[in-house]
């Protein structure tokens, strides 16, 4: 089945640690996007890809940062300099048909990071 | 399995209408509904829902929430074009575990 996969689910992380977060899709879409959700706040995006080896800073991109050597594949590295990264991570993918607008998004199933 | 679906898919209205879209949610441990607009990069937040029969409003738009019957409503009135756009339900559950739906693809025409 198509879709997108975030791995892992749960995740610790050490203060001063880098850790990485995995978001892998098969839905052969072009747009990947990264969104932090914290309590009683709605998605936050933190950066965002329209195309292999491109990608753009969202709203939240300080602390953080993306690669995309591949299509299906848009891993986000939460650093050293993030100073509050505990929330909830959620990938997303869409068609992109060049401006963004209008083209629902498919979401992982997210990735829980906590610092221990 | 935890579900979140959304009526209509996509719509079409003209300028002055009024919209109702659904949402209707399977949840364990349901804790909020939310909905969220998404027109550019990001999806925008519109609304968290918790209780029942509670009316949330803002300008031209509304949404309530039934939990009996598993269902919630976005309204807007009054659409304009800029109101186009995707509408995204989420709802949440267990350990805050968030089950979105596909979205309602809204359009308006003038």
């Known amino acids: 089945d198509g879709g997108i996969t975030q791995s892992p689910k749960y995740l610790f992380r050490k203060e001063g640690q880098n850790v990485t977060l995995s978001c892998e899709q098969n839905?052969?879409?072009?747009?990947m996007y990264w969104y932090r959700q914290d309590p009683g706040q709605g998605l936050r995006l933190i950066y965002y890809?329209?195309?292999?080896?491109?990608?753009q800073k969202g709203d939240i991109a300080e602390g953080y940062s993306v690669s995309r050597e591949k299509k299906e594949s848009f891993p986000l590295t939460v650093t050293s300099a993030q100073k509050n990264p505990t929330a909830f991570y959620l990938c997303?993918?869409?068609?992109?048909?060049?401006?963004?607008?209008?083209?629902?998004?498919?979401f992982g199933d997210g990735t829980r990071l906590s610092i221990l | 399995e935890d579900k979140v679906v959304q009526s209509p898919l996509s719509l079409v209205v003209h300028e002055g209408d009024t919209v109702t879209l659904n949402c209707s949610y399977e949840?364990?441990?349901?804790?909020?509904l939310l909905w969220y607009k998404q027109e550019k990069k990001a999806p925008t937040f519109l609304f968290m829902l918790?209780?029942?029969?509670i009316e949330k409003k803002s300008g031209r738009l509304s949404s309530i929430l039934d939990k009996k019957e598993l269902f919630s409503i976005l309204n807007i009135t009054a659409t304009q074009t800029g109101d186009s756009a995707v509408y995204l339900c989420?709802?949440?559950?267990?350990?805050?575990?968030?089950?979105f739906g596909t979205g309602t693809r809204l359009q308006v025409t003038l």
């Open positions: 997303a993918s869409s068609i992109f048909d060049g401006t963004h607008s209008n083209q629902p998004q498919h």
């Open positions: 839905l052969n879409h072009d747009a």
């Open positions: 890809s329209q195309i292999v080896n491109d990608f």
């Open positions: 949840v364990t441990n349901f804790r909020s």
């Open positions: 918790t209780s029942s029969g």
């Open positions: 989420v709802s949440s559950g267990t350990a805050s575990k968030l089950t």
